[in-house]
């Protein structure tokens, strides 16, 4: 029997590509979670919103306390109270069984200074989370969290 599935989401404010989009439609469909979290900011994470709500997943919402890039998603059957960025992304991954990010880049940034999408997804990591990276293009990266556990804590 499969283990059941919790989606964390993370991803840029820019939006999905056409091709990041197709993949993360079949991605949701193929996974069938019991569960979803996300940032509930504009972009990308109004679009996980509604892929979930389209396949009927239940989504839990975290929200940011800066409301300039809130999305306000509606049919969540959950809202988290409003947090820090940070604070908020490390309980977006701490909620779920793996991530699924979305990143602007077409490949990973080097170094700690990189975004929101990049920090989260290295935190993810260090939890030993599976990472699932739709990059622009279509292509999908799988990260066995446990690969990067130990090796990428000090960087």
Same mark, same amino acid.
């Given at each position: 029997m499969?283990?059941?599935?919790i989606?964390?989401f993370t991803?840029t404010?820019e939006?999905?590509?056409?091709?990041?989009?197709?993949?993360?439609?079949?991605?949701?469909?193929?996974?069938?979670p019991i569960?979803a979290?996300?940032?509930?900011?504009?972009?990308?994470?109004?679009t996980?919103?509604?892929?979930?709500l389209?396949e009927?997943?239940p989504?839990?919402?975290?929200?940011?306390e800066?409301?300039?890039?809130? #999305?306000?998603?509606?049919? #969540?059957i959950d809202e988290?109270?409003?947090r820090?960025y940070?604070t908020?992304?490390?309980?977006?991954?701490?909620?779920?069984?793996?991530l699924?990010?979305?990143?602007?880049?077409?490949s990973?940034p080097?170094?700690?200074g990189?975004?929101?999408?990049?920090w989260t997804v290295?935190?993810?990591r260090?939890?030993?989370?599976?990472?699932?990276?739709l990059?622009?293009n279509?292509?999908?990266?799988?990260?066995?969290?446990?690969?990067y556990?130990?090796?990428?804590k000090?960087d």
């Open positions: 499969l283990a059941e599935v989606l964390s991803g404010r939006g999905l590509s056409a091709q990041q989009l197709m993949a993360l439609r079949a991605l949701v469909n193929g996974m069938r569960a979290h996300h940032g509930d900011c504009v972009g990308a994470d109004e996980f919103h509604a892929v979930c389209v009927r997943v989504v839990v919402v975290h929200p940011p800066n409301k300039t890039l809130r #999305a306000f998603c509606e049919g #969540a988290e109270p409003p820090a940070t908020r992304n490390r309980c977006i991954v701490e909620c779920g069984t793996m699924v990010a979305c990143p602007k880049e077409s990973e080097k170094g700690r990189a975004g929101g999408t990049w290295r935190y993810a260090e939890l030993g989370r599976v990472v699932v990276i990059w622009p279509g292509s999908v990266t799988v990260d066995i969290g446990e690969v556990s130990s090796s990428h000090g």
